[in-house]
């Protein structure tokens, strides 16, 4: 039996993070990033596999730099999935660059490179790829390695979701990008309530990387500025966080795959709803993604059952902040279908088993609401 809400999302943090940050309070009293975010960056690289990890304190500066440290500026066109977070696009907006939107494959959700290649033009500066829940394009990654190479623009990876997921040539997702990015925000595999990373394996974008976030000094706290940086720097308490997280990560990308079969098992069947495929040997989604019918009168129902939603990103062309014609079948179906099912990774097999009832008995219950 659940007695209780059944939330979509929410961080998991314990006592280990707890104790690290007294810890660590004990012995300093900077806060701002030192020796702990060093330690942080090095678990991230080490884990991607990637030669330079740098840490910034969310996962949308990240994606600024990230295009800054390219090459990007004001007036380029950057390439950005029509479905995506708004982060993605909103990021090089930042700076004067121009999102150019482009359609998503169906059942992986990650930019069609047909489309991408359609929407090059002169202006065309680089593209945003982002790996969907973990997911990786069906094109395969080096296909837009080699569209990115042939067209002499750069390929940045927002692999904001995709901690813990691995491209079939064994790269880590956010390592086939000049530069890849991750987010720490709370629904996030792991958290530091806020923060974000950048992995590159190119020197010279790592060095821009680090002065970008810290003022353009040519070395650590110094008063030496032979750049234009700003400052998107870290602290040792996120980082103690980070480091406790990242401990749990394998585990959690266990968790992760177990609850995406345990949901596929018991929805199987049922007709309205539909699962996003996964390959469970590469991605551990962080979402369970479905398409579901009568989306609004569903999630009413499970709202009456305890069990919390969330709808899919709507295509960031139809929000009031971009409003831009043009036609996105795959975007525009997930804005109306695409829901979001309880996915936190503390989340219980009874729950999950509760949740699968509830849309069961919205679907084919006796009074077929
Ligand atoms: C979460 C997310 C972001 C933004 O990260 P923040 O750390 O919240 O700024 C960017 N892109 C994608 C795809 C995301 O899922």
Redesign the pocket.
Known sequence: MVDHFIMQMRPLFGEEEKKAICDYMDEDGFITEFKRTTQFEQMIADYTGARHCIVVN??????TLAAMAVGVVAGDEVIVPNY?????PN?VKMFGAVPVFVDVERDTLCLDIELVKKAITPKTRAIML???NGRAPAAGIAAFEALAKEKGIALIE????SLGSWFPDGRHVGRAGRVG?F???S??IVSTG???ALITDDDEIARRLRRLKDFGRSGGGNDIHDSIGFNFKFTELQACIGIEQMRKLPARVIRKKEIWKRYQEKLAGIDGVSVFPHDLALTAP?FIDVRVERREGLIDYLKQRNVGTRVMYPPITRQAAYDLPGDYPVAEDVGRRGLWLPSAVQLSDDEIDHVCEAIRDFYEGPKNR
Not at 58 to 63: A, E, F, K, M, V
Not at 158 to 161: E, G, H, L, P
């Open positions: 969310n996962g949308t500066i990240s994606l995506t977070m708004i982060a993605s990021a982002v790996s969907a927002d692999s904001a979701q990015s987010s720490f925000s629904p996030k806020q923060g974000g962080w």
